[in-house]
């Protein structure tokens, strides 16, 4: 297996004039290897776009160092821009064309001859299962079906490293498992992808490795399962009926929490390691109390609740 480094980022700093104080990067860093997917995951405004547009060779850095391919972002952009794409955080298509016709035009757009693009155009229709609906204008296209559209548009010249910036952004749950799949069908041809995203769970379903991203700064890294482990244990969320029982219940499922129990009002948060097993036990001891709970969930640790606790403070949104 390679370990080729296809991004390299060290210490990139950008501060937009007249921008908030801490807006833009702060320190940021990066490793991507070939053929693998990460997700730059952060709340609204960590800074995000600012990355991927750095990368992309859309906008100046202050200081730092990028390397795309073995490539200088700052010195050598013209071999950068010949080897990325790049998938807006706003659908770049057009939406008088049809989508065969927006494939071709973005293929035309790239300089391959006519019968070329429309070769490549109709390949691409049909890896992001668009066949059907080629011939329809874009704008009676759904969200899901305009970023497979994107996505085939990025891969016209076939890049070697793509960024897609929030894919699924403003999707329903439907729209955005199609753009999963199209995403893993990119991975599939060995493309080396840069997906930024605000949801932990698509991070967690399409990426080899996750950049947490904080005020401009990677505040953690690692694979899916290694920023699990850091965050810690899910949660057991009991609602209870009277405020009296509460130090009742802690008494009760104190043994049971790996972590700080949390109480608000007549809420009792249980930070819990075995999913299946605390449920259970919590249950049974609630029921040999004769304490009736109004609910009882479980849950994964929010996006915020991973921001507090990598590092203490709230995620800004
Ligand atoms: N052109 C700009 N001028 C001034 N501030 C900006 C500009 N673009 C982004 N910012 C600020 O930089 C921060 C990071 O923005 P962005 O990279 O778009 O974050 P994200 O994509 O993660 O939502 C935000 O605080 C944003 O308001
Ligand atoms: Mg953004």
Redesign the pocket.
């Known amino acids: 297996m390679t370990t080729e480094r296809v991004i390299e980022a060290f210490e990139v700093r950008k501060n937009?004039a007249?921008?908030?104080e801490g807006?833009?990067l702060n320190g940021f860093d990066l490793e991507v290897s070939a053929g693998t997917v990460t997700g730059l995951l952060?709340p609204?405004?960590?800074?995000?776009?600012?990355?991927v547009r750095i990368l992309a060779t859309l906008l100046r850095m202050d200081s730092g160092e990028v390397r795309i391919a073995g490539y200088d972002v700052s010195r050598d952009g013209a071999e950068v821009r010949r080897r990325i794409g790049l998938v807006g955080q706003y659908a770049a298509v057009d939406e008088v064309l049809t989508g065969r016709q927006n494939l071709v035009m973005f293929g035309r757009l790239n300089h391959l001859g006519h019968p070329k693009a429309v070769s490549r155009a109709d390949e691409l229709l049909e890896r992001f299962g668009l066949t059907e609906s080629a011939a329809l204008p874009a704008s009676k296209y759904s969200g899901g079906m305009r970023r497979r559209l994107d996505l085939a548009a990025s891969l016209i010249v076939a890049p070697s490293v793509l960024f897609v910036d929030e894919p699924t952004t403003g999707l329903d749950p439907g729209g955005r498992a199609e753009v999963w799949a199209a995403v893993r069908e990119l991975v599939k041809q060995g493309t080396t992808v840069l997906l930024?995203t605000q949801y932990l769970d698509e991070a967690d379903q399409l990426a080899d490795r996750i950049s947490m991203?904080k005020a401009?700064k990677v505040v953690a890294e690692g694979t899916p399962d290694d920023l699990k482990s850091q965050l810690g244990a899910d949660w057991l969320d009991l609602v209870l009926t009277a405020t009296t029982d509460v130090p009742r219940v802690l008494q009760l499922v104190g043994r049971l929490a790996d972590g700080e129990i949390h109480t608000d009002e007549l809420k009792v948060s249980i930070p819990v390691k075995d999913r299946t097993r605390a449920l259970i036990e919590v249950a049974t001891l609630l029921q040999e109390a004769k304490i009736e709970p109004a609910d009882i969930t479980l849950r994964r640790p929010t996006l915020d609740e991973v921001f507090l606790h990598l590092t203490g403070k709230e995620a800004s949104v």
């Open positions: 937009y007249g921008g908030t807006a833009g952060g609204n405004g960590a800074g995000k776009t600012t990355a930024t991203l401009g």
